[in-house]
């Protein structure tokens, strides 16, 4: 009779450890978690100590009460976040027009020596706007443009064009000039090339101009307290200075609610626009075949 052997079976290779669970995954994750916990901490305080009778330095369980929130609700707190709304909004336009404009004539026209001029445009970018508020103020008093929001806000916009025209010009060339030779093609001029071909196609870029220049007049402190010393100009981050010290002491729930106050426009504004910068352009089908 004959016989088959059968081979021996090796055995089955071990299931493989999830890397959360091994050494080096729960230490890579002890870590972020901590690192996260920090980045949490400042904004966690900000929440509790907004609605905190008795807020201070550390973080605690609250003694709720809305009095901080009445008490920046005042005519000078709501004046104060309406002066920094006009201030980020004509800086925004201001930058934001202006440069699309500079971009463009970079972007599609002969322009001689358009290589100095992009990298002295970069180097203007990374200027601090701080170094120029000297000469800045006294050109200010020679013309008689001191306390003025308007005034402030041309200055805000000078300082955040360089930027504005790089990123702009970045966008724009992009977008393929066949779209816009075919548009003159069809008898549109300039300024409807422009208008019907390439701002629409640029929207990302202009979104994202648009809430860098904003984000930055909104936060400005320096230039507004050198430029504009009126009081009913008076912008939020200055009043938030203000509710860093009364007599020497720190008023930490009205400064914490007036934070949160202060920080809602933007992130407001960055999820409005969002959906025009989270996604790529879509040019495929606009040429004619």
Request: net charge negative; aromatic share 12%.
């Amino acid at each position: 009779m004959q016989t088959t052997s059968i081979a021996p079976q090796s055995p089955a290779p071990p299931a493989p450890e999830h890397p959360i669970f091994t050494l080096g995954g729960v230490v890579r994750h002890s870590i972020l978690i901590a690192v996260g916990i920090a980045f949490l901490s400042p904004f966690a305080w900000l929440v509790l100590a907004s609605v905190d009778a008795h807020a201070g330095w550390g973080i605690r369980l609250p003694d709720l009460t809305l009095d901080n929130y009445r008490a920046v609700l005042s005519q000078r707190g709501l004046a104060a976040l309406k002066n920094s709304c006009y201030l980020a909004f004509v800086t925004s336009v201001i930058a934001t027009g202006l440069g699309y404009l500079a971009a463009y004539a970079l972007s599609r026209r002969h322009v001689p020596l358009k290589r100095g001029i992009m990298l002295t445009i970069l180097f203007a970018s990374g200027l601090p706007v701080s170094l120029l508020l000297v000469p800045t103020y006294q050109m200010y008093v020679a013309f008689g443009w001191l306390d003025s929001l308007f005034t402030t806000s041309l200055f805000l916009a000078a300082g955040a064009l360089p930027f504005a025209i790089w990123m702009l010009k970045n966008f724009i060339d992009a977008v393929p000039l066949e779209l816009e030779e075919a548009a003159v093609v069809e008898g549109a001029g300039t300024w409807q090339t422009l208008l019907r071909v390439t701002v629409p196609l640029t929207l990302p870029g202009l979104s994202v101009t648009g809430i860098y220049t904003f984000i930055a007049a909104w936060g400005a402190f320096i230039a507004p307290l050198i430029l504009d010393g009126n009081p009913d100009d008076e912008p939020a981050p200055i009043a938030i200075f203000h509710f860093m010290g009364n007599h020497g002491e720190f008023l930490f729930g009205e400064l914490a609610a007036y934070s949160l106050m202060f920080s809602a426009p933007v992130i407001i504004l960055y999820f409005a626009l969002s959906r025009q910068f989270s996604g790529a352009f879509a040019f495929g089908g606009g040429l004619k075949g």
